[in-house]
């Protein structure tokens, strides 16, 4: 096919894209404007809503759930209807898989595997997973993307701006474009799984030593941008133990703080994605040992500084020294710090820190159900920032905070009881930027990751 053919084929995927997402999300959004200009806004708009994107699937639905879960940045009722939404796109069929097969592997891409099951074992919001078993007998996921993906993307990022826009003139104290630009950015990497595969790798090395977190092996010769084959980690939901004995419940939370923070104070990356299906619990025989990370698409690699604002603020707040407090602040990228809004940036910074500056066993948030996880710290902040504000949300915030929050989530799931100060110490003992910097730079070298600017 000519290249001016597959241009014209990718606008007119894109056009159609846009069709279909502005004319679903469109009609919703009109009907939510009119609704809150007559003070009737509710559960039917947010249901509609939830239908329109539920009924497009692709990357909107995965945008849909990410705005989901930053708390407060849409009305409870929209954020109960848009968690509902799987990430569970309409599979691939047998004959579609082979074609696509054979585009990344080439013609005799069966004969690089001993098996391959055609049908999907999970289906995602930009591509589905096939068991297989490769020549050597290992167990394999094979990570193959839908299609189109990257028109489908960009159309869909194109409405999510527009969706910006529009809050941004209804929300004035509340600035949402480097959100937006967070989002983009981080959707965007998720259509390339190259990137994923460094990612995975990097991951591999930074916990190498740490037994109770699993990372996946990357088979470099099974996969390309559209195609991501790793290693098969057996395990259960993490669900599956909610009702488990404390002791059980808590070596699994303190495996998910490793996994989390671990990655975090050595190499400045978080996993950002705190859906539940990215993780499962491996057992040593009938004991819950650990658990398996097994998504990299939503990475999130910081500049070192970042890492030491997140330190600065903790010991801020340790310490009530307001001047650390300020710094972390605007290392972080906040910009025309009053007293009042650095007040009301506090407010958050204690929820979230407030695990971590207790020195006692206790659970994440007292009494709060993980689908309510700051919810109402948020709604402060952002009543408080109507007042006082605006204030422009760094870009680098955005996963940070979302990726806290899934986590805190995780942790009231799973009832845990810990002494998340101490834990916290251990990772930050002895923290130092210029060793961080070293470790970062060394580690990302060695995947072939660009530096974080």
């Known amino acids: 096919m000519a290249e001016t053919d597959r241009e014209a084929n990718r606008f007119s995927a894109r056009a159609s894209r846009y069709a279909r997402v502005g004319a679903n999300v469109g009609t919703v959004a009109a009907r939510m404007a009119g609704a809150r200009l007559f003070g009737k806004e509710g559960t039917t708009n947010a249901a509609a809503l939830a239908q329109a994107l539920g009924g497009l699937k692709g990357p909107i639905m995965k945008v849909a759930q990410l705005l ?29 898989v082979k074609r696509r097969m054979q585009a990344e592997l080439g013609a005799g891409w069966q004969a690089k595997f001993q098996s391959f099951d055609l049908k999907p074992a999970a289906a995602a919001s930009l591509g589905q997973v096939h068991r297989a078993t490769g020549l050597d007998g290992a167990p394999l996921a094979c990570k193959l993307q839908y299609p189109d993906m990257q028109s489908a993307v960009e159309a869909d990022l194109k409405q999510l701006e527009l969706a910006f826009a529009l809050h941004r003139r209804m929300n004035t104290w509340l600035d949402t474009r480097e959100i937006s630009k967070e989002i983009g950015a981080r959707v965007r990497e998720e259509l390339d799984y190259t990137r994923e595969a460094k990612h995975a790798r990097l991951y591999g090395a930074v916990l190498k030593d740490i037994d109770a977190v699993r990372v996946p092996w990357v088979l470099e010769d099974l996969s390309t941008k559209r195609l991501l084959t790793l290693g098969w980690l057996d395990g259960e939901r993490i669900l599956t133990f909610s009702d488990s004995p404390v002791e059980v419940r808590n070596r699994i939370a303190q495996a998910m703080f490793k996994a989390w923070w671990h990655p975090f104070s050595r190499a400045a990356v978080i996993h950002g994605d705190p859906h539940l299906g990215n993780y499962t619990v491996f057992s040593d025989g009938a004991e819950p040992q650990g658990i398996n990370l097994l998504d990299y698409g939503c990475v999130r690699i910081f500049h070192p500084r970042f ?78 920032l109507k007042e006082r504000g605006p204030v422009t949300v760094p870009q680098e915030f955005v996963f940070m905070d979302r990726a806290a929050v899934g986590l805190g989530a995780v942790f009231l799931h799973l009832r845990s009881e810990l002494n998340y100060h101490r834990l916290f110490e251990a990772e930050i003992e002895s923290f130092s930027l210029d060793a961080l910097e070293a470790r970062q730079a060394a580690a990302l070298a060695a995947v072939g990751l660009p530096r974080p600017d």
Do not use: C
């Open 307 to 384: 890492v030491g604002g997140v330190v600065d603020l903790y010991r801020g707040l340790l310490e009530n020294d307001d001047a650390r407090m300020v710094h972390a602040y605007e290392v972080w990228g906040f910009k025309n710090l009053s007293r009042e809004i650095i007040d009301i940036l506090n407010i958050w910074a204690r929820f979230i820190y407030g695990p971590l500056l207790e020195d006692r066993t206790r659970t994440v948030a007292d009494g709060v159900k993980p689908g309510e996880y700051g919810r109402r710290q948020a709604f402060q902040v952002h009543q408080a």
């Open 68 to 96: 989901a879960t930053i708390p407060d940045l849409l009305p409870p009722e929209y954020a109960a209807e848009l968690q509902k939404l799987q990430a569970d796109a309409p599979p691939m069929g047998a004959a579609f």
